[in-house]
Antibody, heavy 123, light 107 residues
């Protein structure tokens, strides 16, 4: 059964770079049927999509974060990663990695999620 | 960006009740609407995709409907494990956006 395990430091200093990795087991990130992404949830707030990466390596970013975000994949390790630069307290959140599947008429939805990693930004 | 607005923001109900949560998009999103259930400390779980398709393994008491800008999630005969926060999400256009959430609490 496919599982996603997100990992990263629990604490990052303001102005530094937040780096997270999602390890996929029981399936391949090279599958043409899916793509992969990161979603976050600040304390007490809703969910925010950050970025996605396709099997081809093509990427999509939320414009609100695009200037600071890079998503990348490592097929040899079956992992994908997120880098968020110049973090501030506003980037404190639980970060989830997730898989996006295709439903009816090509509609995408996140069908599998990691358990989430809480990242706090300290001043 | 497409704005997703859920109502109500919170809801109290009893086991066995039927509840309806609504989600409105700021522009038409056809049927590109998904519903998720989120419990504290756990990963979100997709319930409904493409507005009305029940995700495999999800109990049939969950149902979704709507198209265009107005959508509903219906939960029939609430069970104790259904008390959680529910989010809608549009996948019509990038960036994907979520509603602010509806917290379903036990009355």
């Amino acid at each position: 059964q496919l599982q996603l395990q997100d990992s990263g430091p629990g604490l990052v200093k303001a102005s530094e770079t937040l780096s997270l990795t999602c390890t996929v087991s029981g399936g391949s990130i090279s599958s043409v049927n899916y793509y992969w992404g990161w979603i976050r949830q600040p304390p007490g707030k809703g969910l925010e999509w950050i970025a996605s990466i396709f099997y081809s390596g093509d990427t999509l970013y939320n414009p609100s974060l695009k200037s600071r975000v890079t998503i990348s994949g490592d097929t040899s390790k079956n992992q994908f990663s997120l880098n968020l630069t110049s973090v501030t307290a506003a980037d404190t959140a639980v970060y989830y990695c997730a898989r996006a599947a295709v439903g009816r008429f090509g509609a995408r939805y996140f069908d599998l999620w990691g358990r989430g990693t809480l990242v706090a930004v300290s001043s | 960006d497409i704005q997703m607005t859920q109502s109500p923001s919170s809801l109290s109900a009893s086991v066995g009740d039927r509840v309806i949560i609504t989600c409105r998009a700021s522009q038409s999103i056809s049927s590109y609407l998904n519903w998720y259930q989120h419990k504290p400390g756990k990963a979100p779980k997709v319930l409904i995709h493409a507005a009305s398709s029940l995700q495999s393994g999800v109990p049939s008491r969950f149902g979704g409907s709507g198209s265009g800008t107005d959508f509903t999630l219906t939960i029939n005969s609430l069970q104790p494990e259904d008390f959680a926060t529910y989010y809608c999400q549009q996948s019509y256009s990038m960036p994907y956006t979520f509603g602010q959430g509806t917290k379903l609490e036990i009355k």
